[in-house]
């Protein structure tokens, strides 16, 4: 019925114009991507099922300051200061970054142990938090 009614211009624009909101769509999370309304992502402070955490330096401060983990988790750390940061474990030395340069993303492997583990920056020793094993 469109092939009958539209002339051929008219027609390549209607199906390129909803070529794209089927697109859009997709994109927004109506489609095959991971959503918030179908399914929420796991919280940075609850232990990880997917063994990968992140820890985001923004502001002189570690972002979440507690993070819990499972055993063994792969950790990236980003640095979006201006400036270098560490996250070094004060208790056993359990991990240790090295600096971490502004725009960095580095990893490191939870400790196989389960237990709070609290940590610093050792370059600004008042940046704290914790990361949890269990």
Sequence with gaps: MLRTLLPARVRVAVVASAACLVALAGCSGGGGGS??????APRPSSPSASGKALITIKDFSFHPAA?????GTRVTVINK???AHTVTATRAKAFDTGDVNPGQTVTFTAPAGAGSYPYICTIHPTMKG????R
């Design 35 to 40: 959503s918030s309304a179908t399914s929420p």
């Design 67 to 71: 993070l819990t983990v499972a055993p």
């Design 81 to 83: 200061d201006a400036t």
């Design 130 to 133: 914790s990361l949890t094993v």
